[in-house]
């Protein structure tokens, strides 16, 4: 239980259909942090009023401590990828480290039969096993963060408002009397204050470089370091007068540079993705897949041109922009989700850089 309208109503819709429901919500904030750089979700309110909802559905409820597991698995990537140069989406790693591994894991040695949660999945029981489907809702679809779910975990799992609609949940919450029917969502990153640019600001250090050309290693601009900037960007680049639009072609923190191009010079024909999780057996996986490379991406068919335990290849059908190393390939056949691995970076062929004299010298 989150203390969202979510949660809150898949508790009460279980209860109703005779489960014995236990409600638990994960703690992951440090004792250090200040009240006013909570979001809405995953606080010590939001805590509270899950406490209250428990209270109002007739379940006992639980805060479990996941410091050092959030820490661990989710901040410290998250802060390590910016440095690398890459865009991470750490909600993905939330589901699939902590909240779908750790803790399926806790339910089942405390005696508990699933562990069920207010994402808008349905699960489908079928003759090769469990799956997951999108949602009925497709502007609240979340099976994209899921991808990485182990597929011992998949039968344990509960969506009971995934056949529903956002505003019929808000409907059946008020029914409840339940005080989080018009708690509004949370939108930002549960553990980042503000901006994510200011958290990566106060995390890794800033590191001065130069804003090149892609096509002929021309200084453009200047920047203060790589890890402020993503795949795509065309604004804010702090560019040295010019009339040509540019966007983020590549980042290299190695030599604190941000390769800059035109618009075909961000369009991926494919991609190659690492660190990849089947939720269906690998000889299974069909040669063509849809792949949906950012959350709110149209999916796309692709051509699976390899696929092995630690990763995959795509060829897409039609060229797609900004495909950016770190985010998520989910894959999927229809309305089921069959995986997904996180994106690798193109091996590009860049401008050769001149010896540093000067001006460049001091920056570096």
Known sequence: ???????????????????????????????????????????????????????????????????????????????????????????????????????????????????????????????????????????????????????SALPYILFPVGTLEKPHVR???????????????????????????DFVAEHIPRAAGYIREIGSGEIVGEHMGTQFYTLGQKKGLGLYHTHAVRHVVHLDPGSKTVWVGDYADCLWTGLRASAANYLLPLAELPDVVEVQVRYRATPVRARVLHRDDAGFELAFEQPQFAVAPGQSAVLYSGSRLLGGGLIEDHVRTLPALPATTGKEAALR
Request: charge should be negative; charged fraction near 25%.
């Open 1 to 151: 239980m989150s203390g969202g309208v979510d949660s809150s109503v898949s508790a009460a819709l279980l209860k109703e259909q005779g489960y014995s429901v236990v409600g638990a919500m994960m703690r992951f904030w440090p004792d250090d942090k200040r009240v006013d750089t909570f979001d809405s979700c995953c606080s010590p309110d939001a805590a509270y009023e899950a406490r209250r909802v428990a209270d109002q559905v007739g379940v006992p409820f639980y805060l479990l401590d996941y410091r050092e597991q959030f820490q661990q698995h989710i901040v410290g990537p998250f802060l390590k990828e910016y440095a690398a140069g890459r865009t991470p989406n750490p909600c993905v790693n939330c589901n699939t480290k902590v909240k779908f591994d750790e803790l399926v894991k806790k339910a089942k040695l405390l005696g508990c039969d699933y562990v069920a949660t207010g994402h808008y999945v349905r699960r489908v029981d079928g003759p090769t096993g469990t799956e997951f489907h999108r949602g009925d809702d497709p502007r609240k679809d979340q099976t994209y963060f899921l991808w990485g779910t182990p597929v």
């Open 171 to 197: 409907e059946l919450a008020e029914q409840h009397g339940l005080l989080t029917a018009q708690k509004p969502e949370s939108q930002n990153i549960c553990f980042v204050p503000g901006t994510v640019k």
